[in-house]
């Protein structure tokens, strides 16, 4: 007998859970079931802030997934992490909080022709996500942080906020940046986020926060299914009417809506005979529609990571990272009270957004088109993103013990014009499809490669930050342009923001797979809402970006079906 829901929704991750969250508060109480592949993830100690980089390694936590060999990074396979279980990859995430340019949500609005994606509804829904924690740590004042309160929330859901306790060298490295001319910027989520930032974490006192948290309070017309991995949905003729997980048939009277990722979005659409034609027909999956858009379009962050020894009375991480019984005992302080240096220790990630003249004057940009220059001309898009305090040690084998003493930036780059895919390579569901986003495959992107790590450079050789450098980690061989494109090449990862492989558009638009009411063209009851349908690559860390995804289209559901 099939269980039957006002609402299903495939996916826990931060789009997921608000699309729950806000449906089952509305005032109607929808009957809302929430479905989700792994486990409830409901371990504290799972959320110790200072270990938000090592949890993804947990395999449990994670889909496991990594790209092909690729072209442009010298045939490299990297890692393309997805948190699986409660809270989706805001569980395994970095917990950087980032809203991203105003103007990027004004083009989502442009792109799809609707205002209710623009910068000021998506900040009034920022704004009801978070419970923002201004209390600034000993040491930082106003001069490196001052948020104003009509750009931040105060009683959402999720808690967002600075560093209980600063590094040792966090005020003296923006201090640095602003000696070398770069600018700062007391708040990276105000709609601008261009200048140097002490950055704001999803989490508060200690803790991470992760879209789990949307539930804390949860009505009893939700209901929340871990272990339930959905393979397919259940269609009659083009309205979907359910999904199947682990052999049971979920019935939802309105809508289904899937929530699943920009990677498992698509594997789920083409299980369910939604995609292009000819990967079905090749792995003999009967077709339903033919929809060419699916697992196209797949645009990504990338970053590599540049690496000092510093003077030794510059940091003190050494004393830290370096003795087992300082980070044991450590540990044993935060499960009390949150507090310690677990609480401390890259927790606080300085971090930073700038342009780029020399950029701008190539001929790679003056060879785009004229709607995506004008995009990367506004004043508050920026070209590259410069992020501090990343610990490089747990990421690097056998990092010696002598060299913790060191400082890690990492180089972003943004506005990445290469367009990857996703697409089947078996006829099992259970199997992961084929990931390829052509990291690098334009010029563009490889000239903003360049000028973005020559800019990041010409900071590391300044006098205030290069006093203090001892040696040489990891960085480029030369300042040479194949040097440092080669450099990139070596070292370049995914930052795992992986988006538009479901992408919302104009229907009859050749590229558009959804509507901009959320609603898979084509279909009646079935909806996408998560990083695989936003039609542009935001200025951030894109958890953010999620979560509003998911709450515009909860909106829309709850307006349209009468449920406030």
Same mark, same amino acid.
């Given at each position: ?20 969250? =806000? ?112 209390? !600034? ?120 809506? !899937? ?9 789920? !659409? ?8 000819? #990967? ?87 060879? !785009?088109?004229?709607? /995506? ?43 990445? #014009?290469?367009?990857? /895919?996703?697409?089947? #390579? ?36 300044? /006098? ?16 040479? /342009? ?5 450099? =990139?090449? #070596?070292?370049?990862?995914?930052? =795992? ?68």
């Amino acid at each position: 007998m099939a269980s039957t829901y006002d609402f299903i929704i495939v996916g826990s991750g931060p789009a997921g859970s608000a699309v729950a969250a =806000w449906l089952a508060k509305s005032a109607k109480k929808p009957r809302v079931l929430l479905l989700e592949a792994g486990g409830k993830n409901d371990d504290k100690d799972l959320r110790v802030d200072g270990q938000r980089w090592t949890t993804f390694r947990n395999e449990a936590l994670n889909w496991g997934y990594k790209t092909v060999p690729q072209e442009f990074c010298n045939g490299r396979e990297l890692d393309y992490s997805r948190g699986l279980g409660l809270g989706g990859s805001s569980a395994v995430n970095f917990s950087v909080f980032t809203v991203g340019a105003r103007r990027d949500y004004d083009e989502w609005s442009r792109v799809v022709g609707d205002d209710a994606f623009g910068w000021a509804h998506m900040q009034r829904r920022f704004k009801s996500l978070e419970s923002f924690d201004r209390t !600034l740590p000993p040491g930082i004042d106003s001069r490196y942080a001052a948020p104003k309160a009509e750009d931040h929330g105060s009683s959402g859901p999720l808690k967002t906020g600075y560093v209980a306790e600063a590094e040792k060298d966090v005020a003296p490295l923006l201090d640095a940046f602003k000696k070398a001319g770069y600018p700062l910027n007391p708040d990276h989520n105000s709609g601008n986020p261009i200048g140097f930032s002490f950055g704001i974490n999803s989490s508060s006192k200690g803790v991470r926060s992760t879209a789990a948290d949307l539930f804390t309070l949860a009505p009893e017309n939700l209901t929340v299914l871990t272990e339930s991995p959905v393979k397919r949905i259940i269609l009659e003729g083009s309205k979907a009417v359910g999904v199947e997980s682990n052999g049971k048939r979920y019935l939802a009277s309105k809508e289904v809506i !899937l929530s699943a990722g920009s990677v498992n979005d698509p594997k789920v !659409l083409m299980h369910s005979g939604i995609g292009p034609r000819a #990967q079905l027909e090749k792995y003999g999956i009967p077709v339903v529609k033919d929809v060419p858009a699916i697992g196209q379009g797949l645009r990504d962050h990338m970053f590599i990571p540049l690496a000092y020894t510093r003077a030794e009375e510059s940091t003190d991480r050494a004393s830290f990272y370096g003795d087992k019984k300082a980070m044991a005992d450590a540990l044993e302080q935060w499960k009390k009270d949150g507090s310690g240096p677990w609480a401390k220790y890259a927790c606080q990630l300085p971090i930073g957004w700038f342009k780029l003249d020399k950029l701008l004057a190539s001929q790679e940009f003056q060879d !785009l088109p004229a709607s /995506e220059k004008d995009f990367i001309n506004d004043p508050t898009v920026p070209h590259y993103e410069l992020l501090s305090h990343f610990p490089l040690h747990w990421f690097v084998p056998d990092f010696p013990d002598s060299a913790l003493n060191y400082s890690a930036l990492l180089v972003f780059l943004f506005n990445a #014009q290469s367009r990857g /895919e996703v697409t089947l #390579q078996s006829a099992d569901p259970d199997a992961a499809l084929r990931i390829d986003p052509k990291f690098l495959s334009t010029a563009f992107d490889r000239r903003a490669a360049i000028e973005g790590l020559r800019d990041a450079l010409r900071f590391v050789r300044s /006098e205030g930050y290069a006093r203090d450098s001892v040696s040489t980690i990891t960085g480029p061989a030369s300042d040479s /342009e194949a040097d440092l494109l080669e450099y =990139w090449r #070596q070292t370049i990862g995914s930052s =795992w923001h992986m988006t538009g492989t479901v992408k919302m558009g104009r229907p009859g638009s050749v590229d558009a797979a959804v509507d901009n009411n959320f609603r898979l063209i084509g279909f009646e009851g079935l909806r996408v809402a998560d990083m695989s349908v936003v039609p542009v690559l935001a200025s951030c860390h894109v958890q953010c970006v999620a979560y509003l995804t998911g709450i515009t289209c909860a909106e829309k559901l709850i307006s349209e079906y009468d449920l406030a």
